[in-house]
């Protein structure tokens, strides 16, 4: 299995509070995706990275930042978590970018109530 | 940015062949066609990807059509552990600035595998 590890795997936390997930790689990837993935969605992306401290935006990035000062680290945080936040987290790290195969971690949950 | 068609849901019958089709007619010449799979309450799982020619893996075989608008990924015989959801997915051609491709996820073919 790809070395990616997501924290926290779950978590319940209140509308308006801030929350940052965490994905480490112990690949040495240079590029790291968040997705999250909603019931009638499928996997939608949020940001991703092509580098340390170069990000781009998703599909759904509205409410998303993110940051990534070293290789092995990708933080996806939510300013100000809304109910609409509520879903499956994944992140996903890959090697070169176009071919190469994408591995995903094992998801975070997060409920905002 | 090039999208994906696949039917919603399938069904096979274990140890048999199955056949998972996907339309992408506005795929670009750099675009890379790969395949993920999802069981309930995981992450996505590689099975396999190609470019242009037809490709094998101990997973599963990647059929592409010669004007690559369409892909078929073939399962040789199903398993009750291949139940699961399988995408087909353009990895965005990788642009010269170095900024990487980007998986953009359709809704997927449900597979159910009856015993």
């Known amino acids: 299995d790809a070395g990616i590890t997501q924290s926290p795997r779950h978590k319940v936390t209140e509308t308006g509070t801030p929350v940052t997930l965490r994905c480490h790689q112990t690949e040495n990837h240079r590029y790291m995706y968040w997705y999250r993935q909603d019931p009638g969605h499928g996997l939608r992306l949020i940001h991703y990275s092509y580098g340390v401290k170069d990000t781009d935006k998703g599909e759904v990035s509205d409410g998303y930042s993110v940051s990534r000062s070293k290789t092995e680290d990708f933080l996806l945080t939510l300013e100000s978590a809304t109910s609409s936040q509520t879903s499956v987290y994944f992140c996903?790290?890959?090697?070169?970018?176009?071919?190469?195969?994408?591995?995903f971690g094992e998801g975070s949950w997060l409920t905002v109530v | 940015d090039a999208k994906t068609t696949q039917p919603n849901s399938m069904e096979s019958n274990e140890e048999e062949p199955v056949h998972l089709p996907c339309n992408h007619s506005?795929?670009?010449?750099?675009?890379?066609i790969h395949w993920y799979r999802q069981l309930p309450s995981q992450g996505p799982e590689y099975v396999i990807h190609?470019?242009?020619s037809n490709v094998n893996n101990r997973m599963a075989s990647l059929a592409i059509a010669e004007d690559r608008k369409s892909s078929t990924l073939i399962l040789h015989r199903a398993t009750l552990r291949d139940a699961a959801v399988y995408y087909c997915i353009l990895l965005l051609g990788m642009r010269l600035s170095g900024n990487t491709g980007k998986l953009i996820f359709g809704q997927g073919t449900t597979l159910q595998v009856k015993p």
């Open positions: 506005t795929i670009s010449g750099t675009d890379y």
């Open positions: 996903a790290i890959s090697d070169k970018g176009t071919g190469n195969t994408i591995y």
């Open positions: 190609g470019l242009t």
